[in-house]
T-cell receptor, first 111, second 113 residues
């Protein structure tokens, strides 16, 4: 059973702080890693994708991947109330494979 | 822009009815997926398809079937709806390449009464 785990929420941070979201996965052959944001009642939307070890930055968002530890994280700098949502970690094994999602972490950014 | 369109945003059906959920994508993607999402359980894969007329069971296929007669359309069928199939259903599509993300439709909130 391929599993993706995320830190249990809800996670609350004050506005302007850094929010740190963590994800671990069980299948070592996983190749692609994604972070989705999902607002209540809406469908998931992609924030970041990462494929190689190290950091990848996009605006206020930084994804970090460590394949040896089977760990991927998402940092949100200068958190805003509009960042309040559920964040889903997803893993794809490879070409033509399906996506395995974690249970999600609910983030609340307090004004 | 990739567009994945689900036929209904909200649906109410009676127990025992046969229910069809339709999904259409306009980006010529090979892969299409059906997930259901329930509080505390995350997204669970029901079925996916990697080509026309091809399908693979996901984690929870019982009580469901799928049809993919054309590349752009992937249908989820509830053979005999039951109350435990009340859920949010999400369709997604992606190209075959491993490094590409899944694009989601707007979701269908199905209630079985």
């Amino acid at each position: 059973q391929k599993e993706v785990e995320q830190n249990s929420g809800p996670l609350s941070v004050p506005e302007g702080a850094i929010a740190s979201l963590n994800c671990t996965y069980s299948d070592r052959v996983s190749q692609s890693f994604f972070w989705y944001r999902q607002y209540s009642g809406k469908s998931p939307e992609l924030i970041m994708s990462i494929y190689s070890n190290g950091d990848k930055e996009d605006g206020r968002f930084t994804a970090q991947l460590n394949k040896a530890s089977q760990y991927v994280s998402l940092l949100i700098r200068d958190s805003q109330p509009s960042d309040s949502a559920t964040y889903l970690c997803a893993v794809r094994l490879g070409y033509g494979q399906n996506f395995v999602f974690g249970p999600g972490t609910r983030l609340s950014v307090l004004p | 822009d990739v567009k994945v369109t689900q036929s209904s945003r909200y649906l109410v059906k009676r127990t025992g009815e046969k229910v069809f959920l339709e999904c259409v994508q306009d980006m010529d993607h090979e892969n299409m997926f059906w997930y259901r999402q329930d509080p505390g359980l995350g997204l669970r894969l029901i079925y996916f398809s990697y080509d026309v007329k091809m399908k693979e069971k996901g984690d929870i296929p019982e009580g469901y079937s799928v049809s993919r007669e054309k590349k752009e359309r992937f249908s989820l069928i509830l053979e005999s709806a039951s109350t435990n199939q009340t859920s949010m259903y999400l369709c997604a599509s992606s190209p075959l390449g491993g490094g590409t993300e899944a694009f989601f439709g707007q979701g269908t909130r199905l209630t079985v009464v």
